[in-house]
């Protein structure tokens, strides 16, 4: 199998990933890199004119505003979905000339990330960033950055670029565990409201820029519907971000079977194991039935002090956190014929969802700060898996369905990944 490299033209099942991920762990000699590679092409057609016109129309307005000229990211504007009421926060990428376009952060997830990012010295973890990526957002990228998707959107708006460069309008929507992908009508209808809520901000914070004093970080101007270039201050009522709490993981439940099987197993004190559950866009997949690329969550169970993986699995992104940590954790258990001192893993959220079920087979779960052994193999595994994890770009999607990169922008969680 050494010496060439041979590219899938098809997506590969979990089994296949599964497969992969485990020989990439334990003979990576023989490793030839698979693409994770649709035969034809899965993007959508682009938006229709009746939704492409006025969202394109609004992104050209706000794009010869040039809002990042006199706003950073940390200038939140807020707007509320007209329907609904549900609050998104708007942050204007652009201030550093590398990224430029509007991100709208929303739901619980998002919106706690953005809080994050505004209130808080050191930032968001890197890690717990990438698990909040819920957000619609318009950027202004070069032309062949464009997939066709993009290309029929602009068609339909009957779009001429004026100059040359970042001047074309690209739009995009994420979801927690999902890699970004193109917004559906809903969303496109949304971005139009939305992007003209903040280019109606802009215009009269671009004259008026006092706005934001005696307001502490983290209280965002709510902006109301209106013409753009009528805004008055005392229209704008601010806010605190306080975004609501995110429900509880639900734990792993082990089958009678396996809690027997498992209590059974002796212990040996000198073990400690170490198990991680990240979601890892470089190992990024297609949902045939949502018809959208999404990111691969891998489950680790290895010893600390050998480094030697017990177990290992690729779940969808989107599933609950217990799914992958249960197999996990069941499966290295058994191959391991023995049970450890503890289980280290350095996630809240994972600690809540393994407790229970150690707990019933007399395993203690501790919270640490790093998992040597265990984030070795997940790097493994994004190298001979095709990529690796950076800070300057995002998984895209081409137009044959291969993974492609985009820059990035300091401090927004989209911008943290890249397959290369």
Known sequence: MTGTRRVRRHPLSLTEALLCSGFFVHKPERIVHLSLVPAKSYLPPGLPAELARPLVAASVRIAELKPWE??????????????????????????????????????????????????????????????????????????????????????????????????????????????????????????????QKVNRFARLLKDTTTLYQNHPAGEVPLVPAGPEDSLRPEEIEWLPLVPGPVPPPEPVVLSAEDRAALRDLPVRSALIFELLARLAPEMSFFDDEAHRPVCGRIGLLSDRASFYILSSEIVHGAAPLREVAGKVL???????????????????????????????????????????????????????????????????????????????????????????
């Not at 739901?107 to 698990?131: C, N, Q, S």
Request: glycine residues 10%; charged residues 25%.
């Open 330 to 420: 069941v499966k290295g258990l058994l191959i391991a014929k023995a049970q450890p001192s503890a289980i280290h893993v350095d996630s809240k959220d994972l600690l809540e969802v393994l407790r229970p079920a150690c707990e019933s087979i007399g395993v203690p779960v501790r919270l640490v700060e790093s998992l040597p052994a265990a984030s070795d193999a997940l790097a493994q595994l994004g190298r001979f898996g095709g990529g690796r994890r950076t800070a300057s770009g995002c998984a895209g999607w081409s137009d044959d369905g291969r993974t492609r990169s985009s820059k990035g922008n300091a401090g927004h969680p989209q911008a943290g990944w890249r397959v290369v």
């Open 70 to 195: 006199f706003m950073s990211d940390l200038h939140l504007v807020g707007v509320r979905d007209a329907t609904t009421g549900e609050l998104h926060v708007a942050s204007v990428m652009g201030a550093l000339r590398q990224v430029f376009g509007v991100i709208f952060y929303r739901r619980v997830l998002g919106l706690r990330y953005l809080h994050k990012m505004a209130t808080e010295a050191a930032g968001p973890d890197p890690e717990a960033a990438i698990e909040a990526l819920d957000y619609l957002q318009v950027e202004w990228t070069s032309k062949r950055e464009l997939r066709r998707t993009d290309q029929e959107t602009l068609a339909n708006a009957a779009y001429k670029p004026a100059g040359r460069g970042p001047v074309w309008p690209k739009f995009s929507s994420c979801e927690p565990g999902w890699s970004p992908w193109f917004p559906n009508q809903t969303e496109a209808r949304q971005l139009a409201d939305f992007i």
